[in-house]
């Protein structure tokens, strides 16, 4: 068992046994127990959702920024080009 299923584990134990003084049956604490269990795993693929969610989300900006800048970039090197190429072209040589 890993260390986060033990700890899970633990602290399945402390919420199933914070039931007070109401009787139950072992099965019935085995439920509160399993119950804790797959609702902790059930929050964690939740949260891992999410944060994968975000990281697909800030991944698509930078892409797009870098889209722009690239574009930017190309633009600028082709009228650079044109300019030394070209100079017919140039508002200067008009």
């Keep these: 068992m890993s260390k986060q299923e033990t ?3 633990k602290a ?4 199933a046994s ?5 009787p139950t049956t072992k099965l019935e604490d ?3 127990k399993q119950g ?3 609702g902790a ?5 939740q949260q891992d959702n999410i944060e994968k969610l975000a990281k697909d989300y800030e991944d698509s900006v930078v892409y797009a920024d870098k889209g722009v800048v690239y574009h930017a970039f190309i633009e600028g090197y082709n009228k650079a080009k044109n300019y030394i190429d070209k100079p017919e072209l140039n508002d ?3």
């Design 18 to 22: 914070k039931k007070g003084d109401i």
């Design 30 to 32: 085995a439920i509160f």
């Design 41 to 45: 795993k059930w929050q964690q693929e």
């Design 92 to 94: 200067l040589n008009k």
């Design 7 to 9: 700890t899970l584990e």
């Design 12 to 15: 399945a134990e402390v919420y």
């Design 36 to 38: 804790f269990i797959d």
